[in-house]
T-cell receptor
Framework: NAGVTQTPKFRVLKTGQSMTLLCAQD?????MYWYRQDPGMGLRLIHY???????AKGEVPDGYNVSRLKKQNFLLGLESAAPSQTSVYFC???????????FGSGTRLTVV | GNSVTQMEGPVTLSEEAFLTINCTYT??????LFWYVQYPGEGLQLLLK?????DKGSNKGFEATYRKETTSFHLEKGSVQVSDSAVYFCALRGYSGGGADGLTFGKGTHLIIQP
């Protein structure tokens, strides 16, 4: 009964480094989302996917790329990390987009 | 675009007090409305939802009614417990031509319940 699993849980990067955050869901959900959470800002949508092989931009997509090669996985990439990308990142998934999202436990990323 | 406004925190109450957290929204069409709760160090959990006007969502003693005329979805609980201490997020999901959008969140309300 894993639900949505995010790896890693914590990471510290130096400015300019790259990394990939992995999100995996075992509920056969079509829709997947990446959000970032910053103090006093709530959660903001970065990118999302409505099915395998599809991606779309959300509210704050700059500096991030995503891929959905398999239905169960949604990857978030940072090509050249910046201190402004220090945040907690949450992945979520939902069925058909009409229901509620199931969230992962988050990845805390610090860029120094 | 879509937006959600909820009351700023922290909100501090005594155990067994009545709770109201206000939430208003701006959206085109007929969005679905949600309340999520986040406990320290954890992800978000769905607390309740409503998908059309006048629907009442309820769970664990919490309830909220989808009021289209006032574009509101206020969260209420009759008697709070220390275990209700958490951050509460109001959110909406709109529907564009490509299907369901991502969630639009309010900034969150930190609730502190004192024994």
């Amino acid at each position: 009964n894993a639900g949505v699993t995010q790896t890693p849980k914590f990471r510290v990067l130096k400015t300019g480094q790259s990394m990939t955050l992995l999100c995996a869901q075992d509920m056969n959900h079509e829709y997947m989302y990446w959000y970032r959470q910053d103090p006093g800002m709530g959660l903001r949508l970065i990118h999302y996917s409505v099915g395998e092989g599809t991606t779309a931009k959300g509210e704050v997509p700059d500096g991030y790329n995503v891929s959905r090669l398999k239905k169960q996985n949604f990857l978030l990439g940072l090509e050249s990390a910046a201190p402004s990308q220090t945040s907690v990142y949450f992945c979520a998934s939902s069925t058909s987009g009409t229901g509620e999202d199931t969230f992962g436990s988050g990845t805390r990323l610090t860029v120094v | 675009g879509n937006s959600v406004t909820q009351m700023e925190g922290p909100v501090t109450l005594s155990e067994e007090a009545f709770l109201t957290i206000n939430c208003t929204y701006t959206a085109t069409g007929y969005p679905s409305l949600f309340w999520y709760v986040q406990y320290p160090g954890e992800g978000l959990q769905l607390l309740l939802k409503a998908t059309k006007a006048d629907d009442k969502g309820s769970n664990k003693g919490f309830e909220a009614t989808y009021r289209k005329e006032t574009t509101s979805f206020h969260l209420e609980k009759g008697s709070v417990q220390v275990s209700d201490s958490a951050v509460y997020f109001c959110a909406l999901r709109g529907y564009s031509g490509g299907g369901a959008d991502g969630l639009t969140f309010g900034k969150g309300t930190h609730l502190i319940i004192q024994p």
